[in-house]
């Protein structure tokens, strides 16, 4: 009982000589008596991180050899011991120089052995005492030590102090749970400063050296005002602790409160037959799970996170990630896909109501319908890619298929995209996680077989974050995407059932290896006579109908049509030509609604009055036939043109200088004409001195306008020759054409654009390769029979049709015409604007 009072907590003034008397039996000699010198002579026993203050009762525990025969001699010669802090609690044997030079005479009692091996002794401190010198270090130390006396008596500040460090002291045991009320009762009741002083601090946990601080202060005075600033600091940790505790006491009560409350509602939702709403979604996601028509691999998967939801408080925040991830696969379709449409009838029906021309387009897919009708589980849906200038009808061809098969449609543009994740998705790890595009376009058609159409492929990007194109090799893979993996998903994915159709303005950005993947359709440029047919049967009746002006009985005249594609657009597709036909339907809605007359019938001189004047100015072919300048035909993206050359020879040092914009692939087409020319020199009567005494000047009029290709090649030789020979060149013969150093003609792209655009010219011969003849087929037949085709394999078959032996007049007057804008691959020009 006495061991268990006097442990840890001061001793109460009121039991001091009680206690004096108990321990005078206990421990013997209560203080060691004074030699002539005023000393006392004791065992040392040495203390680690451990301050032992007078008055104070305290089990201490002997573990060393030399601390334990100190202990044993006091024991035995009826001795007290000297406690004394080490400096550095680390050090084993301690010696005199590692010890603080004041501490504590103290009064110890029986030794205890402890089952770990170490001695505990209680003991109880009397005085201060500081060392004067050690007599003895082996086997324990002793020392002699002067005995330090405090004064007992109070002053009016030392009162002060002692109610201070009292009102201090009742907060702080107030918030320490570790110190008992009773400890505040026994420092009430101590009177003397000093005494008080070492209670408090003996019950502070504070450092060793600030107890030591506190033991080494013998004025009571100051002590315990040293003591107030130690309370205080401690006095603000205890209020941050309690703090921090009650606010993790709230949230514990809160949780626990909520806990009871929902495990109430599940009891009374149990006897009333009911279920909580977290049970009652979880029942609801296994059904749709179990209706979903998974496969085995993806059910599986979707089974373990819905137990994985079921073990999980319902305010978990894992809980929303995984409901969203089990939601995805609930909302993918797996088995879900709509009957296609197989009557090749009616889907060449379908294709040719809703779109003009494109016959490579729609028999590829006739072809695709008859197939699928033939052998419909055995063959793989194509990747197909619609390759062509803006305009042309790409997007709005795959909506059309999709309508002739009875399939969803759905699109995703790609343009601008930069992030492989777009495609892939982001792992479940990332917040905000989410699939790619193809799943979340494929959830938004809701079933597994759609029309699927990638717009604008040729715009992806890559950066720092991947390469989209390259995640799209998967996708775009007939004997690997009936396992896309999306990196949100985490499983297989089919989409071996979905007609992929991507559409591109080039094919030059797109990977060699996503182009192998897809089967490219080209759509060229519509011709004036595709377009005009487009705009009477498409564009203008879905213009009266969107302003109203059915009552109206507006038509535009042929004649009008070609106006407004010649004069008022330059382009490949449509777009532009049908802005133009709803600027002229809002003028005619506006003049109706205000009751004004309006012309129902638009013709060519309509135009400027509806529209301003041309943006676009005309050019003419040349009105006779002159030296040194020949007429070619160009591709552009509008159609095609004709594209004049000149030659002007000038005495010089044989320099030849090539302007008007031209590109590299041009520019070597015009040094192998002449050097071509000068390698027949002699057969063509031109002294080979003249090529050193002559500069030659190649100009390609309309130099704004960037012109590029090999097909100018016979049309330059030609010109150098005439200039050369002085034999002029028939003003009506157009040519395209590669040429070779030796003469060789090569063939050509852009035939039919190339025709259309002399025969609108007033051109009536055409000069090209004897291997583009195979491209006629592709001329609409009323312009085949108005032209005369000249087919050359060299260039002397090009000479005898092009060039004259002497002055004739030109067969056709020329006619005034457009210049629509250039196109990469072919020699061409454009019309410059105003």
């Given amino acids: 009982m006495f061991d268990r009072q006097f442990r840890e907590w001061p001793v109460q003034p009121e039991f001091a000589e009680m206690l004096g008397r108990q321990a005078e039996e206990l421990y013997g000699t209560i203080e060691a008596e004074l030699d002539d010198d005023g000393l006392i002579e004791c065992p040392v026993l040495p203390l680690r991180d451990m301050v032992v203050f007078p008055h104070m009762v305290s089990p201490l525990f002997v573990g060393r050899e030399g601390s334990l025969a100190a202990v044993t001699a006091a024991n035995q010669n009826h001795e007290t011991v000297i406690s004394l802090a080490q400096l550095d609690p680390t050090t084993q044997d301690p010696e005199g120089d590692d010890l603080y030079a004041v501490g504590v005479e103290l009064a110890v009692g029986r030794i205890l052995r402890m089952p770990d091996g170490t001695s505990s002794v209680l003991a109880q401190g009397r005085r201060r005492v500081e060392i004067v010198e050690f007599t003895q270090t082996e086997p324990y130390l002793r020392a002699k030590a002067r005995p330090i006396y405090e004064p007992t008596e109070k002053t009016r500040e030392t009162e002060a102090l002692m109610r201070a460090v009292l009102a201090l002291f009742e907060k702080c045991v107030s918030l320490n749970r570790s110190l008992p009320e009773e400890t505040y009762v026994f420092a009430m ?11 408090v601090a003996s019950a502070l946990s504070v450092e060793v050296h600030e107890r030591q601080a506190l033991l080494e202060t013998f004025d009571p005075t100051a002590r315990l005002q ?61 059904d749709k799970i179990a209706a979903a028509g998974m496969p085995e691999e993806v059910l599986k998967k979707a089974t373990e996170e819905v137990e994985r939801l079921n073990q999980m408080p319902p305010m978990s925040p894992e809980v929303g990630i995984i409901r969203a991830y089990v ?19 009616h889907a060449a029906k379908v294709l040719d109501q809703q779109h003009f021309g494109l016959p490579k387009a729609k028999e590829r ?43 969803k449609f759905v699109r995703v543009s790609l343009g601008g995209i930069r992030d492989e994740a777009e495609i892939r998705g982001h792992r479940r790890t990332y917040i905000g996680a989410l699939p790619g595009r193809i799943i979340q376009t494929m959830r938004r058609a809701g079933m597994v077989n759609p029309l699927f159409m990638l717009d604008e492929i040729d715009k992806l990007g890559q950066d720092f974050r991947g390469d989209p ?64 047919s487009i705009a009477r049967s498409f564009l203008i009746p879905r213009q009266i109908e969107e302003h109203g002006l059915h009552g109206a009985r507006l038509s535009f005249s042929d004649k009008a049509i070609k106006g407004l594609i010649q004069q008022y657009t330059d382009e490949a597709g449509v777009r532009n030509l049908e802005r133009e036909i709803a600027n002229i339907c809002r003028k005619v809605a506006r003049k109706r609604a205000e009751g004004k007359q309006h012309p129902a019938r638009i013709m060519p001189e309509s135009l400027h ?23 070619g035909v160009a591709w552009t993206e509008s159609g095609g043109d004709t594209m004049p050359i000149e030659v002007q020879l000038m005495e010089g040092k044989g320099n030849v200088q090539i302007t008007g914009q031209i590109g590299e692939v041009m520019q070597e087409s015009a040094h192998a004409a002449l050097s071509y020319l000068r390698s027949r020199a002699a057969q063509f009567g031109v002294p080979p001195r003249q090529f050193e005494k002559t ?33 002029k060149v028939r003003h ?41 003849e195979k491209d006629l087929v592709e001329i609409p037949k009323n312009a085949r029979r108005e032209l005369k085709f000249v087919f050359v394999e060299n260039m002397d078959d090009v000479l005898r049709a092009v060039l004259q032996a002497v002055e004739k007049k030109p067969a056709v007057q020329p006619k005034r015409v457009l210049k629509p804008p250039v196109s990469p691959g072919a020699a061409s020009v454009r019309r410059a604007r105003r």
């Fill in 327 to 345: 939601d995805w696969l609930i909302d993918l379709p797996w088995t879900k896909a709509t009957d296609d449409n197989l009557d090749v009838k």
């Fill in 365 to 407: 897919i006739l072809e695709y319908i008859a197939v699928r009708q033939l052998a419909a589980d055995k063959m793989r849906s194509p990747i197909l890619c619609f390759l062509g200038p803006p305009g042309t009808g790409k997007t709005s061809l795959g909506k059309s298929i999709a309508e002739a098969l009875g399939r």
């Fill in 732 to 772: 009506d013969v157009g040519m395209t054409g590669e040429i070779t150093l030796r003469g060789r003609v090569l063939p050509v792209g852009g035939i039919k654009e190339k025709v259309l655009a002399a025969h609108r010219a007033g051109i009536r011969t055409i000069v090209m390769p004897k291997k583009n």
């Fill in 609 to 631: 009055k509806f529209l301003g004047p041309p943006p676009y100015t005309e050019t003419e072919i040349e009105k006779a036939d002159e030296v040194g300048v020949a007429t």
């Fill in 226 to 286: 040293r003591l107030s600033i130690l309370l205080g600091k401690e006095l603000d940790v205890l209020e941050l602790e309690d703090q921090i505790h009650s606010q993790v006491q709230q949230e514990v009560d809160k949780s626990q409160r909520e806990y009871y409350l929902r495990e109430q509602m599940k009891a009374i939702q149990t006897e009333l037959g009911e279920t909580d709403i977290w049970t009652r979604d979880l029942a609801e996601l296994k």
């Fill in 469 to 532: 194109a390259s995640a799209l090799l998967e996708v775009l893979d007939p004997e690997q995407n009936k396992a896309f993996s999306d990196h949100y998903l985490d499983v297989d994915y089919d989409l071996s059932k979905v007609l992929f159709v991507t559409t591109a303005n080039s094919l030059g950005p797109v990977p060699p290896a996503l182009q192998d993947r897809m089967e490219v359709i080209e759509f060229p440029g519509y011709v004036v006579e595709e377009k005009l």
């Fill in 695 to 727: 500069d030659v000047h190649i100009h390609v009029p309309e130099g704004a306008i960037p012109k590029d290709g090999p097909s100018a090649g016979i049309t330059i030789a030609t010109s150098l020759i005439s200039a050369f020979t002085g034999r």
């Fill in 189 to 199: 009741n101590v009177e003397e400063p000093g005494w008080l002083a070492d209670l």
